[in-house]
């Protein structure tokens, strides 16, 4: 996945370097702006077996700040933000690929190094007692939930 470009950060930003999953690392540049989830609107992708992102609506696109163009194709780690704990994305991988549903409040990062928080739902897409691809459903999450959220990950690694 391609570092961020500081030419997309409005205004000072700090400079972190993630350790991926996969074991790739990218560099990311993050600011302390949040944009607050849009009332009304669900915020909706697909990915393949691996992850990969095949589909995704039009408050996704709006959200992250990224083109379609740039979306389609990459693993979701394109909205990895540094204050999430790795632990969080391990529970929802093994939850999800045994079949099983997942729900959690994510921290995402923005193409703008801004950040928003979502309750997210994924939802393994099963055929044949397979699993064939993953959907994610995003909601709003209310202010107390994400202060939770936030004492909690501050804990975790
Ligand atoms: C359907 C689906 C949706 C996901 N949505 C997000 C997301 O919105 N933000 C995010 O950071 N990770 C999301 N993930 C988790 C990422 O795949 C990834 O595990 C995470 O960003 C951490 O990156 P890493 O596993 O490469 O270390 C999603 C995973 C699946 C299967």
């Known amino acids: 996945m391609q570092d961020m470009n500081p030419a997309d950060i409005p205004g000072e930003y700090r400079e972190v370097l993630l350790n991926l999953y996969d074991g790739t690392r990218r560099t990311v540049l993050v600011t302390d702006v949040e944009t607050p989830y849009p009332e009304g609107k669900l915020i909706v992708s697909r990915t393949d077996p691996e992850g990969r992102i095949t ?48 729900h959690g409040y994510v921290k995402n990062l923005r193409k703008d190094g801004g950040y928003y928080w979502v309750y997210a739902t994924v939802i393994p897409n099963v055929r044949n007692g397979k699993v064939v691809g993953y959907t994610s459903v995003r909601r709003k999450p209310s202010k107390k939930k994400i202060a939770e959220a936030i004492s909690t990950y501050a804990g975790m690694s």
């Open 55 to 102: 589909h995704c609506n039009r408050s996704f696109v709006d959200m992250s700040g990224y083109d379609e163009s740039e979306i389609i194709g990459q693993p979701h780690a394109l909205l990895r933000h540094p204050d999430m704990p790795a632990a969080a994305f391990q529970d929802l991988w093994e939850t999800a690929r045994e079949g099983r549903k997942w």
